[in-house]
C-alpha cells in the first residue's frame, strides 16, 4: 500500500493485495500528515491490485474520506473495474458527502482530475 501525492492537490493511495485493517490503521498517520502538509480537493483511490480486505477496512477507510473532507477535498476517484469495490466505495462516499467518479484505469482517472 502506497500513499502520496500525485500532483499539487491530489492525493493518491495505491492498494495492492489482502488489506488488513492494522496495514489501513498503520498508515492512516501517514495519510493524515500528507493532507495537512499539502491539502488535496482530489483523492484516488487505486484498488486494482486490490485482492480482498478485512471489513473493519470499511470503517477505517470512512475515516480517512472524512479527513479528506474536512480538509477541503471535494472528489473521490475509485479506480477499479470490480463492482463490490465500487459499491463499496460509492456507499463511504455517500455517506461522508464527498462526490465520487469511478475509473477503470490508473490513466482513466486522470483524465478525470481538472485541467491544471
Not at 488489506?19 to 500528515?33: C, G, R, S, T, V
Not at 471489513?55 to 479506480?79: E, Y
Request: charged fraction near 15%.
Amino acid at each position: 500500500m502506497r500513499v502520496h501525492m500525485v500532483s499539487p492537490g491530489v492525493v493518491e493511495v495505491v492498494f495492492a493485495g489482502y488489506i488488513a485493517a492494522q496495514l489501513l490503521d498503520d498508515k492512516a498517520h501517514e495519510f493524515y500528515a500528507l493532507l495537512r502538509r499539502s491539502p488535496a480537493t482530489h483523492f484516488i483511490a487505486d484498488a486494482t491490485g486490490l485482492q480482498g480486505f478485512e471489513p473493519k477496512v470499511t470503517l477505517l477507510a470512512a475515516q480517512w474520506l472524512d479527513a479528506f473532507k474536512s480538509q477541503g477535498g471535494r472528489l473521490f476517484i475509485v479506480v477499479s473495474a470490480n463492482p463490490s469495490v465500487r459499491m463499496v466505495a460509492s456507499t463511504l462516499s455517500f455517506a461522508a458527502g464527498v462526490p465520487i467518479k469511478t475509473a477503470a484505469s490508473s490513466a482513466e482517472a486522470m483524465t478525470l482530475l481538472p485541467s491544471r
